[in-house]
């Protein structure tokens, strides 16, 4: 069975810091997604992460993908307020498998 | 052009009785799948189609949920004897295709009570 883990599950930062959000998986798998959850909202896809090696940035997010270490990365640079939302990985072998998402907060 | 649309947003039953819960998809989108959402969790998969058929239903919980896509475009996920424990958003996605770039579009989904 499918594990997909993220941690941190809660992160709580400063405005302008940077860090960085892991996702880990079990089994093998070259697809990954991250998305995006706005409180009482639907997901928002973020990055489409297909092949070893993959990187993905957009404005203060890049996302990359590590097949080997069946790890994904989504860095946060320079934090802003507009970030605070819960974040999800997603990886997909056959069926698409969540993780538990990490709730972001940016504090001004 | 419009996105992945569900009905009702809400929707509160009692327990033991039968809902259907509609999704729409983004037109021409072949792939449609369902999740389901309880409070503080990612979502879980529950079923998707390729065109009419379900292509992959293991996710289901069990033989009180079904759902059907009889012409390829609206699908229908339906429960029955509704069990307090049903309760969650039930999220519907679609898709040009399956699986590679083929990147999910998600609908904003239902909101289960069952009392």
């Known amino acids: 069975e499918l594990k997909v883990e993220q941690n941190p599950l809660f992160l709580s930062m400063q405005e302008g810091k940077n860090y960085t959000i892991y996702c880990n998986y079990s089994t093998t798998s070259d697809r990954l997604y991250w998305y995006r959850q706005d409180p009482g909202k639907s997901l928002e896809s973020l990055f489409v992460?297909?092949?070893?090696?993959a990187v993905k940035q957009e404005g203060r997010l890049m996302a990359s993908l590590d097949t080997k270490a069946r790890l994904s990365t989504l860095h946060i640079t320079a934090a802003v307020h507009d970030l605070s939302a819960t974040y999800f990985c997603?990886?997909?072998?056959?069926?698409?498998?969540f993780g538990a998402g990490t709730i972001l907060r940016v504090k001004s | 052009g419009a996105g992945v649309s569900q009905t009702p947003s809400n929707k509160v039953t009692e327990k033991g009785k039968y809902v259907e819960l509609r999704c729409d998809p983004i037109s021409g989108h072949t792939a449609l799948y369902w999740y389901r959402q309880s409070l503080g969790q990612g979502p879980e998969f529950l079923i998707y189609?390729?065109?009419?058929?379900?292509?992959?239903d293991s996710g289901l919980p069990n033989d009180r949920f079904f759902a059907v896509r009889p012409e390829g475009s609206v699908s229908t996920l339906k429960i029955q004897r509704t069990e307090r424990g049903d309760s969650a958003v039930y999220l519907c996605a679609s898709s040009q295709g399956l699986g590679g770039w083929n990147e999910q579009f998600f609908g904003p989904g239902t909101r289960l009570t069952v009392l």
């Open positions: 189609f390729q065109g009419t058929g379900a292509a992959d």
């Open positions: 992460l297909l092949s070893n090696g």
């Open positions: 997603a990886v997909d072998v056959r069926m698409v498998v």
